[in-house]
C-alpha cells in the first residue's frame, strides 16, 4: 500500500511526464514547420515515449492501491531560436526530471516503500540512457557547426537516432 507522501509525489511524476511529452510535441511540430523532419520525427517518438513514461507511474499507483490522477496541461513553449536551442532545452527538461526521479527514489527509501523503490529504478536507468541521448545529439550540432555541415545532414543524423536505438 502506498503512503499518502509518495502517492502524492508519484501522481506529481504523472504530471511532469505529461507535461515532458505536451513539450516534445511542441518541439516536433517547430522542427516540422522547419522543415527539419528528421529531427520532427525523432521529437514525435521522444513524445509517445514520454506517454509510455507516464503511464506506467497512473498504472503502479492504482495497481500499488493508491489513486491516480489525470493532471492538468500546462502550455509548453511552442517557439525555439534554433535546433541547439531545442536540444538545449529537452537536455534541460531531461535532468529535471532525473532529479525528480532522484528525489523520488529517495523518498521511497525514506519511507521504507520497498515495492516504489524497485519500481523506480527503471526510470533510474532510463533517464541515465535519456540524457546521454540527448548529451550525443548536442554534440552532433556542435561537430557538425564546426564542419560547416549543413543542418540538412544533421537533420539527417538525428533522425537515424530512433531506429538505431531500436535496432539496439
Ligand atoms: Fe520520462 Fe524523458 O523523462
Redesign the pocket.
Given at each position: 500500500m502506498l503512503s499518502k507522501k509518495v502517492e502524492e509525489a508519484l501522481n506529481k511524476q504523472v504530471a511532469?511526464?505529461v507535461y515532458?511529452s505536451s513539450s516534445y510535441l511542441s518541439m516536433a511540430s517547430w522542427c516540422e514547420k522547419e522543415g527539419l523532419r528528421g529531427t520532427a520525427s525523432f521529437l514525435y517518438a521522444?513524445s509517445e515515449?514520454?506517454k509510455t513514461?507516464?503511464l506506467k507511474i497512473f498504472r503502479y499507483i492504482n495497481e500499488a492501491g493508491g489513486h491516480a490522477l489525470s493532471p492538468a496541461l500546462k502550455e509548453p513553449p511552442n517557439k525555439y531560436n534554433s535546433i541547439n536551442h531545442v536540444f538545449e532545452l529537452a537536455l534541460e527538461?531531461?535532468i529535471n526530471?532525473t532529479n525528480q526521479i532522484n528525489k523520488l527514489v529517495e523518498l521511497s527509501l525514506v519511507t521504507q516503500d520497498y515495492a516504489s523503490f524497485h519500481f523506480l529504478q527503471w526510470?533510474v536507468e532510463?533517464?541515465l540512457e535519456?540524457e546521454k541521448l540527448f548529451r550525443m545529439i548536442l554534440d552532433i550540432i556542435k561537430l557538425a557547426g564546426k564542419e560547416g555541415r549543413s543542418l540538412l545532414l544533421i537533420d539527417n543524423e538525428i533522425g537515424k537516432l530512433r531506429e538505431e536505438e531500436e535496432k539496439s
Open positions: 511532469y511526464e515532458a521522444q515515449e514520454e513514461h507516464m527538461q531531461e526530471v526510470f532510463e533517464q535519456e
